[in-house]
């Protein structure tokens, strides 16, 4: 269960390029890059599906003379059943491109999007249109699917959710797919209605006839929060009964979460992590565009640090970093990432498996590093500076552990003053407006609360570090009271410090409760039993310890947190490996092996080759620009207006990209006339594009980079951004085009510092 990977793979979904016509824009369509269909297939995938074997076994016949279709469709109703809601929308354009106008079809993408309203309702009209081409079955299933829909207040929505479909399983008792999707339709109220186990005899009653069916995966979402041994008979199953689906075996993994099983959970969700690079790395996807990656990873880093396994935790942390992020929020026209992609995720947990293991030499081999190096936010630097005192103090760095401390003193200043000022400011603009007291005291506290985080941060690292200083110093009476005010020192951690303050009884009792709010998590396990031993607690010691062992087989022994047990091993008569091998549980069914499954690691593809000419027939190509990094903007023609914004907006950015090595192209429908065009005079003030403009009149080069709609042939706005040797490390495709050149420049720059990993 290393890091481990596999070579790359060269199975293209997309289907083989062929030459064609001369691409020409049509302004009297809809926007370039927009669907023909409407503005609700804008959204959700444009490349072309393919059948992958793996996404459940499931039967939902249709009404088409396209056995492909079929195949397609019954693909596509199981990845709903596996939530993976975009691939199940591609599988249902794929029958619209196969069997056109199916209005089953268009049923399947509205299902895709039952949780988006907007894109739903004009999806099922067009259904409701075509109707009359199928049979009555499919026609119930339409028109209960509409009826729904038309509630706008959501309650009555999911009410008349569930009717729809109880009316459909109650006329399809033996239709496994009628009975699944009531069942599904229940679980969404069942917080309200409070029926598990009507919900359970009707899960039950369909995997008594398909054992494999997918619904596997709505016991354990059923019983996830309300009683997580309920869902045992399907943890085995789940991912198993559609290994291609990575979700499907992240959910196993809440269920043994819930009930303390870290590491069995962590192989789940190092199964699904796996599954998701895989097919990353075969459709060439960007890691946060995959529902649910970045959420998994992060139960997989956590419960990897909980089973003790801090080593492969903190590789997946870094991993999580190191992935490639996009842009998710615009706030006074500045671009940011996510809260809740890899990148937050990883930062937030290699900090607190450096913190809660006191892995200080670590901190200070990776300190300088994109790794740990704070964002720009004083919340961000404070907390940073927190954790660098603590590794130089506990390291004999007293001079730099000095040094930071007032660093953090004069920044506690700052913010104090810069708290008191804004709450001062609003406080006399409220007044001086005549509101009301309490909206005064909301104006004043709201203008403040930006400060809190680092305050807080600060205070709390001043006292952690004068602690330790005053440890070093052997004034444990200055060590206690700093300790006390390090408020947030909290479980096994606070323990081994009041024993090092001289508060030994304390120090048990901190230990017992961590141990007790920890519930089988290795770290509070062996700090009680370290403790319990140096105490000469020698029975409850071994207790704790034998604990330890049974839940805890893949810990690391090198980590001081459990290298320190070593006498207390030797004393039990163990060897200085003293982990104790466990069985496979016999619930989690038949696993295949991860490497089986997908790398451990996602890694860049291979930019596809290309060689195309400028507007004075001049060649440029891929391979001629190898060994510098290339960003390449494909854009619509001269025709498209949003085109022209995009390279006006990029055009400023030119030189700051050339500053960095990189290479700014951009890549047009247009024929070389039409390059001329948009080239020179593109504007009243006859300027020239500060990059170069090159011809894809025939689109070869737009559907080798997938910036292509498959479905109706038409070419897509695509950003990519191409390393040296070759590899794709970002990319961005859509029906519009991509407008922060500032967050790509500055992602070039964080990602291009570091190689791919190989």
Known sequence: MGCTTTPETTNEPTPPVTEQADYTFDPSGPPAGHSSHGAELNKGPRQAGYLMGTTSNVSFPITTDSPEAQKFFNQGVGQIHGFWYLEAERSFRQVLKLDPGHPMAYWGITMANSGNRSRSKPLIAKSVAGKSRVSERERLWIDCTSTYLKESDSKKRKTARIKAFQTIAEKSPDDLEAQAFYTLALYGDVRAKKNYEDIEKRISAILAKNPQHPCHHYRIHLWDYKDAKRALPSVGQCGQSAPGIAHMWHMPGHIL??????????????????????????????????????????????????????????????????????????????????????????????????????????????????????????????????????????????????????????????????????????????????????????????????????????????????????????????????????????????????????????????????????????????????????????????????????????????????????????????????????????????????????????????????????????????????????????YLGKGCVHCMDQLNAFDPMAVEFEKQGITLLAVSTDTSAGLRDTFIGYDAKDRHFNFPLLSDPTLKTFRKYRAYDDFEGTPLHGTFLIDANGKMRWQEISYEPFMAPKFLLDEAKRLLAHPAKN
């Open 257 to 634: 979460s819930r009930l303390k099983r870290y590491n069995d959970a962590a192989w789940h969700q190092e199964a699904s992590a796996r599954v998701d690079h895989a097919h990353m790395m075969r459709d060439r996807v960007m890691p946060d565009r995959i529902h649910n990656f970045a959420h998994n990873n992060e139960w997989l880093t956590r419960n990897l640090g909980h089973a003790g396994r801090v080593r492969h935790g903190l590789t997946m942390a870094k991993n999580m970093i190191d992935l490639p992020r996009l842009p998710s929020v615009k706030t006074n026209g500045t671009w940011t990432v996510s809260t809740r992609g890899s990148y937050t995720y990883g930062k937030r947990h290699l900090y607190g498996l450096m913190t809660g293991y006191e892995l200080w030499d670590e901190i200070l081999v990776l300190k300088d590093t994109r790794y740990l190096r704070p964002g720009k936010a004083a919340a961000d630097k404070a907390k940073y500076w927190r954790l660098l005192a603590s590794a130089y103090i506990n390291t004999d760095k007293t001079t730099e552990s000095e040094a930071l401390l007032g660093q953090m003193e004069k920044m506690l200043a700052e913010q104090q003053a810069g708290k008191t000022k804004a709450g001062t400011t609003a406080e006399a603009k409220a007044k001086a407006a005549k509101k009301k007291a309490s909206d005064v005291r909301r104006d004043k506290s709201n203008a403040e609360r930006p400060f809190n985080t680092a305050i807080n941060t600060l205070t709390r690292g001043i006292a952690e570090t004068k602690m330790y200083r005053a440890l070093a110093k052997g004034d444990k009476a200055a060590a206690k009271t700093f300790l006390a005010k390090a408020s947030d020192i909290r479980g096994d951690r606070k323990a081994m410090l009041q024993f090092r303050v001289g508060d030994t009884e304390d120090a048990l009792k901190s230990a017992s409760a961590a141990v007790k709010s920890g519930a089988e998590q290795a770290r509070p396990l062996a700090t009680q039993a370290y403790l319990l031993h140096i105490t000469k607690k020698s029975a409850e010691a071994k207790a704790a310890f034998e604990h330890l062992r049974r839940i805890a087989p893949q810990l690391d022994l090198d980590v001081q947190c459990f290298a320190r047990l070593a006498p207390l091993a030797e004393s039990l008569g163990l060897s200085a490996d003293w982990r104790k091998p466990q069985p496979t549980a016999k619930d989690v069914g038949l696993r295949p092996p991860l490497d089986d499954l997908g790398p451990f690691r996602w890694q860049p593809s291979t930019a596809p080759a290309w060689s195309l000419t400028d507007r004075n027939q001049q060649k440029f190509s891929l391979g001629a620009l190898r060994g510098k990094p290339v960003v390449l903007i494909f």
